[in-house]
Each structure stands twice: as C-alpha cells, then as structure tokens.
C-alpha cells in the first residue's frame, strides 16, 4: 500500500506532500533553515469522533465525511483517498459541509487534514 506522506515546518507552518520519501539516513526535505517533520496520522490529543474521516458505500463510491465545524479559524482543509493506484483530493471550503465523492477501492486509506489538530485517517474496507 502506497504511503501518505506530508511533512510540516514548525516555524512558519510551511507543508509539502510528498510523492516519494527518502529512505537515507540524516535526509530530508527543509524549510527555514530546519527540517520539516513527518505528520503522523491520528498523532494529536483531540477528540478522534470529531476528526476522524468516516465514509458510506453508495454503488462504486464513497461518500467521505467528517464531524466536524467548518469555521474561519477550524476547518477540515481537505479530504485524499489514497490507494495502490490512487491518490484522489478534495480541498474543501468553510462554511460549507466537509464532505467528498471518491472510487471505492477496498483497502485504501482516507484521510481528512485539520488546520488545528493534523492528519486522521480511516482504513476503506
């Protein structure tokens, strides 16, 4: 299974995603002089209902969600579906509900990225 990988810059809040991670020693990518850290999934002390991506089979798709406000200052940023063969994104919008259509492809993962608590994600099965 392919890996999502994004790091972040703790001094100016910098992210990339990226396509292909190096495997070296002492290696990787900077921002502002440092290196950018690895955001982990499901690493940050919040309420997992709230953040955690969940998603509703309906023939050939998913309809991803996430429980959660969508205010000026806490939203979910976007929702990726990530698989072998795939890797789908939907940049969301506040005030409107966090929500997206991908392909159901049974053993991706989803993920869903708060502005204030991180990456969750959620296995497709």
């Known amino acids: 299974m392919k890996k999502y990988v994004i790091r972040k810059c703790d001094k100016c809040g910098a992210m ?24 982990r999934a499901n690493s940050v002390d919040a309420a997992v209902e709230k953040h955690k991506p969940t998603y509703e089979v309906v023939g050939q798709y998913i309809v991803a969600s996430v429980n959660h406000v969508m205010e000026d200052d806490h939203y979910i940023d976007y929702l ?17 509900e966090p929500k997206a259509i991908f392909p159901y492809i049974p053993g991706s993962t989803l993920y869903a990225y708060c502005n204030k608590h991180g990456l969750w994600e959620t296995e497709v099965k």
Do not use: W
């Not at 990226?18 to 002089?33: E, F, P, R, S, W």
């Open 16 to 39: 990339v995603e990226v396509i292909k991670d190096c495997t070296c020693d002492n290696c990787g990518i900077l921002c502002c002089g440092t290196q950018m850290r690895e955001v």
């Open 80 to 96: 990726v579906l990530v698989g072998d063969n795939v890797n789908a994104k939907k940049y969301l919008q506040v005030g409107k």
